[in-house]
C-alpha cells in the first residue's frame, strides 16, 4: 500500500489559498473523501489519499498517524506541495530526500516520520510579489486566471507512474 498526501489547510477560509495546492490536486483524483481522526481519506485500489486536517505546520501527526495505522513505510508516502521557487504550475518531482526547502508542512512531516525518506512532488506556485512576505503569500488565494492555471494540471498519471515503482 502507498500514500499520496496532498498538504493544505482545512476549511473554506483556505480553499484557494496557494498553501492549498496539495489539496487541489487530490480533490481532481478523489470524488469521495471519508473524515477520520484528523485526516480525510479516500482509497483507490491499493493507494491511500490522504489531506490532513490539522493545518499546514502540523501535518506531520496526521501523516504519521495514518501510516502507523494503515503500516506503510515513509518511502511509500508521496507529498504534494507548494513550492514558492517555482513559477506557477510548474511541476518538480515525485524525487525522496529533497528536504523542506523551509516548507513548514514538510518539516513536520520530516519530524514525525523520523526522517525524509518520503517523496515530494512540489506544484510551482509562484514567488511572492515584491513587499508581500512568504507567509501572507501562501495564505493568499490565486487570482482567477492562476487558478484556472492550475485546474488544468493533470497529475493522475504522475501518481500512479510512482505508486508503480
Known amino acids: 500500500m502507498k500514500l499520496i498526501v496532498g498538504l493544505g489547510n482545512p476549511g473554506a477560509k483556505y480553499q484557494k489559498?496557494?498553501?492549498?495546492?496539495?489539496?487541489?490536486?487530490?480533490?481532481?483524483?478523489?470524488?469521495?473523501?471519508?473524515?477520520?481522526?484528523?485526516?480525510?481519506?479516500?482509497?483507490?485500489?491499493?493507494?491511500?489519499?490522504q489531506k490532513?486536517?490539522?493545518?499546514?505546520n502540523n501535518s506531520g501527526e496526521a501523516v504519521a498517524k495514518l501510516a502507523k495505522k494503515s503500516m506503510i513505510k515513509s518511502g511509500d508516502i508521496l507529498v504534494i506541495?507548494?513550492?514558492?521557487?517555482?513559477?506557477?504550475?510548474?511541476?518538480?518531482?515525485?524525487?525522496?530526500?529533497?528536504g523542506s526547502g523551509g516548507h513548514k508542512g514538510v518539516e513536520s512531516i520530516s519530524e514525525k516520520l523520523g526522517g525524509e525518506d518520503f517523496y515530494q512532488l512540489k506544484i510551482g506556485v509562484g514567488r511572492p510579489v515584491e513587499g508581500i512576505e512568504t507567509d501572507e503569500w501562501v495564505l493568499s488565494d490565486f487570482s482567477a486566471p492562476e487558478l484556472d492555471e492550475i485546474e488544468k494540471l493533470d497529475l493522475e498519471e504522475v501518481i500512479l507512474n510512482w505508486a508503480k515503482s
Not at 23 to 43: A, E, G, T
Not at 52 to 56: A, D, E, K, L
Not at 81 to 96: A, C, F, S, T, W
Open 81 to 98: 506541495r507548494d513550492d514558492v521557487d517555482m513559477e506557477l504550475g510548474k511541476i518538480r518531482g515525485p524525487k525522496n530526500n529533497t
Open 17 to 49: 489559498n496557494r498553501h492549498n495546492v496539495g489539496f487541489m490536486i487530490l480533490d481532481k483524483i478523489c470524488s469521495f473523501w471519508k473524515r477520520q481522526n484528523d485526516w480525510m481519506v479516500s482509497k483507490k485500489g491499493s493507494l491511500l489519499f
Open 52 to 56: 490532513p486536517q490539522t493545518f499546514m
